[in-house]
C-alpha cells in the first residue's frame, strides 16, 4: 500500500515510531554516586572536625592530597552510571553503543531553542592566568548514609578554578560554610608531585573551546574522555550505559564553569540526541527559581536529575534531584539535592570577587 503521508506528517510519525522503550539497568550515576559517597564522608569528617563540599565528580574534596591511583577519582565517579527506563525501538546511540531512540521531540525542541539563545551569549576572553569564579547555592543530602535523605538548606558557595593549561597540582579554591578549602590534587608527601591536566574533570575555558562542535562528534569526544578516566576494572563497559555518561558528563560541564558560547550551544544540542531526556515543566532551583527542566530519570535508583532553565530568557538556572518512587531515601517527590547558580565571572586572582574587584583579605 501507497504511503500517502509525507513531509512534516511522515517525518514526525517516523519519530515516534522510535519512541518505544527499552529497559536496562546499570550502576549509579556519576555525580549521585559520589553525592553517597560525600555523604559518608561527610560522617567520617564530623569525627575529624573537617567539612566537605557538595559532591561534584571534578572538584574534589578541599584540602585532599590524594595518591596517584586518586588522580582519576572524578573520571572513575564519572563512569558509574544509570539507565533511564525509556520506552524506544532499536536505533542506533548517539552516545556511541547503546540502541535506543534520541530525545523525546519536545524535549530536543526545547533545548535547540537553548542552543541558539546560548551561542548568541557573549565569547570571553580567558587567560592561563586567571580564574574563573562562579557563586552558587548548593542544598544536599546531609541524612545517614543508605538512610532516609535530610536535605539541607541551600548554603552559598564560591569557586575560583585555575585556568593554566597544563597539569596542575593546586586546582582552585572553595569558600563555604565560612571556610576557605583548596581544591588539591597529587600524590602523598613525599613522592614527586603529579599534576592533574584540562579536561572533562577540569574543564578550562581553553578546554571547553577546544572541543567539537558538531553534536554527534561531541558526544564521541566526551565518550572518549569518560572512557579514558574510568577504571576499567571496577566498571566494566558491559555495566555501563554510554547515554547516562553523556547526559551526567554535559550537567556536571554546565554548572562551575564560565561556557564558551558555541561549546554550550554544542552541548545542548547533543543533550538532545541522549535517548531518555524529557522536559520537567515546572523545576525550582536551589534560590526558589521556578523554570523549565530538560530531565533524565535513574529509574534503578529511583530519582530524576533535571537541569533548570528560566522559561523565558532559557538561561541555565542550576540542578535538582528528587525521588520517582520510595525508595529506601524516602517517598516519591522527595528532594535529593538543588542548586542555584548566582554569578559567573573571569577574575585575575584567588579569593577576587567581581563585585569587589579585588581578592578578599579574609
Same mark, same amino acid.
Request: glycine share 10%; net charge negative; aromatic share 4%.
Given at each position: ?22 529497559? =536496562? ?128 538548606? #541551600? ?26 578549602? #583548596? ?31 558538531? #553534536? ?29 555518561? =553523556? ?13 564558551? #558560547? ?101
Amino acid at each position: 500500500m501507497n504511503d500517502r503521508t509525507s513531509g512534516p506528517e511522515r517525518a514526525e510519525r517516523e519519530e515516534l515510531a522510535r519512541l518505544l522503550p527499552v529497559p =536496562a539497568e546499570r550502576d549509579l550515576p556519576p555525580g549521585r554516586h559520589l553525592h553517597h559517597k560525600d555523604n559518608l564522608m561527610r560522617l567520617i569528617d564530623q569525627d575529624g572536625d573537617r567539612t566537605t563540599s557538595r559532591p561534584r565528580s571534578r572538584l574534589l574534596r578541599p584540602a585532599v592530597l590524594l595518591p596517584a591511583a586518586g588522580l582519576a577519582l572524578g573520571g572513575v565517579l564519572l563512569t558509574t552510571l544509570a539507565v533511564t527506563g525509556q520506552d524506544s525501538a532499536p536505533t542506533p546511540s548517539a552516545a556511541g553503543t547503546g540502541f535506543q531512540a534520541a530525545a523525546p521531540r519536545g524535549a530536543a525542541v526545547l533545548l535547540d531553542r537553548i542552543a541558539s539563545v546560548a551561542e548568541k551569549s557573549d565569547e570571553q576572553t580567558v587567560t592561563g592566568d586567571q580564574f574563573v569564579y562562579v557563586r552558587t547555592l548548593q542544598s544536599g543530602n546531609e541524612g545517614e548514609y543508605g538512610g532516609p535523605v535530610k536535605l539541607s538548606e #541551600p548554603g552559598e558557595r564560591e569557586v575560583w578554578m585555575t585556568q593554566k593549561p597544563g597539569p596542575v597540582i593546586d586546582e582552585g579554591l572553595i569558600h563555604e560554610d565560612g571556610r576557605y578549602y #583548596p581544591i588539591t590534587v597529587g600524590v602523598p608527601d613525599g613522592e614527586t608531585p603529579v599534576g592533574y591536566p584540562a579536561g572533562l574533570n577540569r574543564p578550562t575555558y581553553a578546554w571547553l573551546a577546544s572541543l567539537p562542535t558538531d #553534536p554527534e562528534t561531541l558526544l564521541r569526544r566526551l565518550a572518549t574522555e569518560i572512557t579514558r578516566d574510568q577504571d576499567t576494572r571496577d566498571t566494566p563497559a558491559e555495566d555501563r550505559d554510554p547515554d547516562q555518561d =553523556a547526559f551526567e558528563a554535559i550537567g556536571e560541564l554546565l554548572q562551575e564553569t564560565v561556557m564558551p #558560547p558555541k561549546t554550550a550551544a554544542a552541548l545542548y544540542k547533543a543533550a538532545a540526541k541522549i535517548p531518555g531526556v524529557s522536559e520537567d515543566p515546572d523545576a525550582v532551583d536551589a534560590a526558589g527559581r521556578h523554570g523549565i527542566g530538560v530531565a533524565r530519570d535513574d529509574t534503578r535508583a529511583g530519582w530524576r536529575t533535571a537541569w533548570i532553565f528560566d522559561s523565558t530568557t532559557l538561561e541555565y538556572l542550576g540542578e535538582r534531584s528528587y525521588l520517582i518512587r520510595d525508595t529506601e531515601m524516602g517517598k516519591k517527590g522527595t528532594p535529593i539535592s538543588k542548586s542555584a547558580v548566582l554569578e559567573r565571572a573571569v577574575v585575575d586572582a584567588l579569593r577576587e570577587r567581581p563585585s569587589a574587584g579585588k581578592p578578599s583579605a579574609t
